[in-house]
């Protein structure tokens, strides 16, 4: 059987004695054998190599495993779309008893069976030591995120294999697509908060921008105009009892949360308050909220954001509504310099956070709707408001 020769990842081969991580293509689902040189690796990453109209068939087609350093603490898996056969991630995972991190980027990780989505599961609660896990652009059925919240987060179970410390690090990430219509109805957006447990002190769900889709001329996204629209969408405010009772139940909620990405969901004021009044340690924060135009709204933000103490960045992703989104729209009426907070009500708010240092807005992450960008130098404000096309707004009246 074929060996590996592993090396640092990224850079140049070196003594495989010496790596500290290895990056492996695969073009089945069978892994070479190791050298006893790479005993020491601490990563690994997987690549999916397996052309789409082999993928299926080698989903039932025999696969083999071999043993594997018993150092690594750091698992990749990249690029996987349709899954993995069934047991095979259970037997990954046996093979890797004392991973730490795991990174799992665009894929349908648990498959479409029952059989797939069962060994997904195993492959957590194969892992107690798990302090990190990323799901990059990860799909998956009903129910998978609700499972797999059992295995990361803390358990007291007297049974063999079973209690854990839980995850230290999460990170759920989503970069958005214009050109599919369904893009959120794919995303398991009521279980994702499942995975939040005690011991996170980070927590994100984000929701990305594509990066440069309108800088590549054969990009198929710009065929279908997709490259001549701006920013994200993030769920609408009725989801946002899931995340906001994940972060604030007593039994499962974060006891030492440091930063907390919530920009997959749309809060509003009321439950972004509730959620700092619980995560009172919180130094980065990143939000959508739903946004009404006028003071009101702006003093609600002010009041949610007062009692943490520990804050430091704020970024609020605004979701408007059809009052706002009317108003935006025309940089005249000066909408963002009226809703959101001026040199003033920064001083203000920083003066009961006395660690902010940077405050941002942005309209559902599109640029051309408008700014605000506020930056602490030398004990002072520096920044402001750009309202939409990048004219600098004019002081509100």
Not at 138 to 155: D, I, M, P, Q, T
Not at 211 to 239: C, H, I, R, T, W
Not at 304 to 319: I, W
Not at 353 to 374: D, Q
Request: charged letters at 20%; proline letters at 8%.
């Amino acid at each position: 059987m074929a060996t590996i020769d592993p090396s640092t990842l990224p850079g140049q081969p070196v003594d495989p004695s010496q790596a500290q991580g290895a990056q492996i293509p695969l073009q089945s689902f069978t892994i070479p054998d190791f050298p006893p040189e790479a005993a020491g690796l601490k990563a690994l990453t997987l690549t999916s190599d397996i052309k789409v109209d082999e993928y299926q068939n080698l989903l039932s087609e025999p696969w083999n495993i071999p043993a594997l350093p018993g150092s690594i603490e750091s698992l990749t898996l990249e690029l996987f779309s349709m899954g993995y056969p069934p047991g095979y991630l259970a037997a990954l995972a046996s093979r890797l008893p004392n991973l730490k991190s795991v990174v799992v980027y665009s894929q349908l990780f648990a498959g479409i069976t029952a059989e797939s989505q069962a060994d997904a599961i195993a492959f957590f609660k194969a892992l107690p030591n798990l302090r990190a896990v990323h799901l990059l652009d990860v799909f998956a059925k009903e129910k998978f995120f609700r499972e797999a919240g059992k295995w990361l987060r803390y358990n007291t179970s007297d049974a063999p294999g079973e209690a854990r410390r839980g995850l230290m690090f999460l990170e759920v990430n989503y970069t958005f697509r214009h050109e599919d219509e369904d893009f959120l109805h794919k995303i398991q957006a009521t279980e994702l908060p499942d995975l939040i447990g005690p011991g996170l002190i980070s927590c994100s769900f984000n929701i990305a921008t594509p990066e440069n889709v309108e800088d590549d001329p054969d990009d198929p996204a710009n065929l279908q105009e997709a490259g001549n629209k701006q920013g994200v969408m993030a769920f609408n405010k009725s989801v946002a009892p899931d995340p906001v009772i994940a972060l604030t139940e007593e039994e499962n909620s974060p006891k030492g949360l440091r930063a907390l990405n919530l920009t997959l969901y749309t809060l509003t004021t009321k439950d972004l308050k509730k959620v700092l009044e619980t995560q009172k340690h919180v130094m980065v924060l990143n939000v959508t909220l739903e946004v009404e135009p006028g003071e009101d709204w702006k003093k609600g933000l002010l009041e949610a954001l007062e009692p943490c103490k520990s804050l430091e960045q704020v970024e609020v992703v605004a979701n408007p509504t059809l009052q706002f989104f009317m108003e935006v729209q025309n940089p005249r009426h000066g909408v963002m310099g009226k809703t959101f907070p001026s040199a003033e009500e920064m001083k203000s708010l920083s003066s009961k956070c006395e660690k902010m240092s940077a405050f941002s807005v942005s309209i559902l992450r599109a640029p051309n709707f408008g700014t605000v960008e506020w930056a602490k130098k030398d004990g002072e404000w520096a920044g402001g408001v750009t309202e939409g096309k990048g004219v600098p707004a004019a002081p509100p009246s």
